[in-house]
């Protein structure tokens, strides 16, 4: 199966952009930074957290924590697919315990993945609360959830892939719109 | 990481390639991380069913293998052999196959015959793990000792690791061996010549029965327990004899590189092959092999588990 693109979506700029916009609206709706921590679904999610931290962290002057969650062992299709996938390392150095957690994910899809790290954070502690940022929502859930914080909303088909590049795995940063040729 | 898992069992490292061994301590590095967690379980082995069949006494290796199923959600089950219906004269073959008809998914065994598992692994469909087989192998320890140097030494490729002891009755030390010299590793065998195993140097080892030469530059000393359950005739004069010629003790110590790993499998025999200053000493990471045990079988568990060609 082939990759056609279709469009890029966003730029290196946009993303930029989204990131800072995502940062302001996490800290005007809790008001505080106080208790919160950021925790990024791998691999690309957890490159974003970093980022979102990054613009956090400049914009109130302090360290915001941030933690790294891969969700791979709890997987609901484990038993679909061809082989075990790479197992990597869950990196939360922080006690989650009553913390506000913004989960981070580069796209939004099924919301399947985000069911996944729900259940991964809670092995972890009980936060106060979970909200989730995502860079792209692209639609067709299959799960009641839902983004707090989103930087583009595509509509896409479901024919259609989202595929989210960003420097440090891709070696640039950029959104994509491709399409599965028959 | 260009290496794949496609074996339905584990049987040894002998057959194992350098990138599937780094794949399973690649594999463990992640999972090593669940034990520290306060709920110290993950969801993916749900509804997998685990026989654990141990023909011989075991401590650390049941019950390692037993929490790294546990951790991963899998339901467990213990056969002894003491009150199973291989007392009442039933074939191995026949109880594995009685167990394969419950649709279990993963048998792990020890057994005092070597291929035991082997002849399992070819006539039953769940996955067979060896937990150790006679004096052939033991390949989840050689797994996690290799995994314990790496913690510490950051490569294997090019370290000098010495194994003394009773190398002829050996199931770590061949495990080791197998692993080791496969990443690059120089290995030394050390003991005295009633315990060398004939053409071991076959393997790609060095061997010497001066204890001191095994020590001299060497980043890592594994220990051997003297398995006297194992002997049928008597290998060497006396305990005492032995713990002064190849015992590990702070005199043999003053030999050893300043930054020297000492590990030894368990179980210890205190001030026989290692005296208590040096197994409780800064050098050794004993209990850390212990705790390394866990993550190394929970991959296992994992690769294995996720292989879909059976026998039928």
Sequence with gaps: MKLREKAKV????QIESAIVRIAHEIIENNKSV???????????GA?????LAGKMGAIVDREIPVGALDITLYRDDLTDVAEQPVVHKTEIDFDIHDKVIILVDDVLYTGRTIRCALDALIDFGRPKSIQLAVLVDRGHRELPIRADYAGKNIPTSQKETVQVKMKEADGEDGVIVAEMEE | MAAKWARKDLLGLETLSADEIGLILETADSFKEISQRPIKKVPTLRGQTIVLFFFEPSTRTRTSFELAAKRMSADIVNIQTSASSLTKGETLRDTARNIEAMKVNIIIMRHSSSGAPQLLAESVSPSIINAGDGSHEHPTQGLLDIFTIKEHKKKIAGLNVSIIGDIAHSRVARSNIWGLTKLGANVTVCGPATLMPPEIEKLGVKVTYDIKEAIE???????????LERQGQSLFPSI??????????ADKMKYAKKDVLIMHPGPINRGVEITPEIADGPYSVILEQVTNGIAVRMAVLYLVSGVKERIE
């Design chain 1, 10 to 13: 966003m730029d290196a700029g």
């Design chain 1, 34 to 44: 106080e208790g919160l921590a950021i925790v990024g679904i791998r691999t690309r």
């Design chain 2, 217 to 227: 530059g060497a980043d890592v000393i594994n220990m051997l327990r003297i398995q």
């Design chain 2, 240 to 249: 005492r004899e032995y713990a002064m010629k190849f015992g590990l003790d």
């Design chain 1, 47 to 51: 490159l974003l957290a970093d980022r």
